[in-house]
């Protein structure tokens, strides 16, 4: 039996003398926080029908959309179940769009839900009527790398 202790052990026994344990996480074994902002387009689509669905830390969808005819960097931003929010706002796609590109892995989630009364409605008897009220929901981006 050899009188040389292992590097591999004497690193865990080292570990687990000053950290209590004998692991690391890895550098990027969580998310990396991007942005928050708000889901553009949503007025177009059927969030009424999900809304229930939807609360603070719901996980997103994003899905590249290069064929889109209004912006060939657009995002789409869905529900687990593939229904279709709206779009990540054209000013803040650029950088992500090119992450994506390249491989890299995103992530979204509900940061906040709202329900908007537009100004036009707010001081009259339709604004208690469903369809005319609107939702605002914002959502965070972040890195993935595992």
């Known amino acids: 039996m050899s009188e040389n202790l292992p590097v591999a052990d004497l690193t865990r026994q080292l570990m687990n003398r000053t950290l209590g344990r004998e692991t690391l996480p890895l550098p990027f074994a969580r998310e990396i926080f991007l942005l928050e902002t708000h889901v553009a387009g949503i007025q177009y689509y059927q969030v009424n029908d999900v809304i229930d669905e939807l609360a603070p830390a719901t996980a ?18 869905l529900t687990q179940t593939e229904v279709k929010l709206g779009y990540v706002p054209r000013h803040r796609n650029p950088v992500l769009a090119r992450l994506m590109d390249a491989g890299k892995k995103l992530v979204a989630e509900v940061a906040v839900i709202n329900p908007v009364i537009p100004e036009y409605l707010r001081y009259t008897d339709d604004s208690a009527d469903p369809r005319y009220s609107f939702v605002e929901i914002r959502l965070r981006v972040s890195l993935c790398e595992w």
Do not use: F, G
């Open 60 to 77: 997103l969808k994003l899905r590249r959309e290069p064929c889109n005819p209004h912006d060939d960097l657009a995002i789409e931003i």
